[in-house]
Each structure stands twice: as structure tokens, then as C-alpha cells.
């Protein structure tokens, strides 16, 4: 089962604890280790989707328990935590 898929199902079970998606961004001092702090993320738990190694920055998924713990792994410099935006449509001027 693709972890995609697993993750999905086991967010249908009473007892699963809810995905995040993130951005983690490479702090620059260690950029050139970047396989390692990356190594050190999936041991938080987390699961890449997209890396960008040019630019530091790693697009997944991580349990919201494992959040801190993520945040504060060494050559972290920020995780961003996906945002959703509602944009309400229709006329919203003033009559």
C-alpha cells in the first residue's frame, strides 16, 4: 500500500493520529549535509513528498504528535505548517 494510501486509511480509524503537511526548510549552515538532516526528519517520523536540494526546503507529511519534535531537529530551520485559505465567492462591496 503506497503511504499515501496508508495514510489516508489510518486517518478513517478512531485511533489515528492526524497527518500534517509541512514544509521543512534546511537551515544554511547545513546545506551541505543535507542528506543527513534529512535522514534526521524521517526518524521524527516524517515522510517526503517532494525534496528541493537546490533551495533547502522539503515538502511531506508528520504525525501532529511528532511535530515538535521535528521542529526541533538539528539542521532544521523552520517547518511551515500547511495553510488552508476559503475565498468566499460572490459581491462582498457594500450595498
Request: glycine content about 6%.
Amino acid at each position: 500500500m503506497r503511504r499515501a494510501q496508508r495514510r489516508r486509511s489510518e486517518n478513517l480509524q478512531p485511533w489515528a493520529a492526524s497527518w500534517v503537511k509541512v514544509a521543512v526548510v534546511i537551515d544554511d549552515d547545513s546545506r551541505n549535509r543535507l542528506t543527513d538532516v534529512l535522514a534526521a526528519c524521517r526518524a521524527c517520523g516524517f515522510e517526503v513528498d517532494i525534496a528541493l536540494m537546490r533551495i533547502g526546503v522539503l515538502i511531506g507529511s508528520v504525525r501532529a504528535a511528532n511535530l515538535e519534535r521535528l521542529q526541533a531537529t538539528p539542521g532544521v530551520a523552520a517547518v511551515e505548517q500547511e495553510r488552508h485559505v476559503q475565498l468566499h465567492s460572490g459581491d462582498t462591496r457594500p450595498a
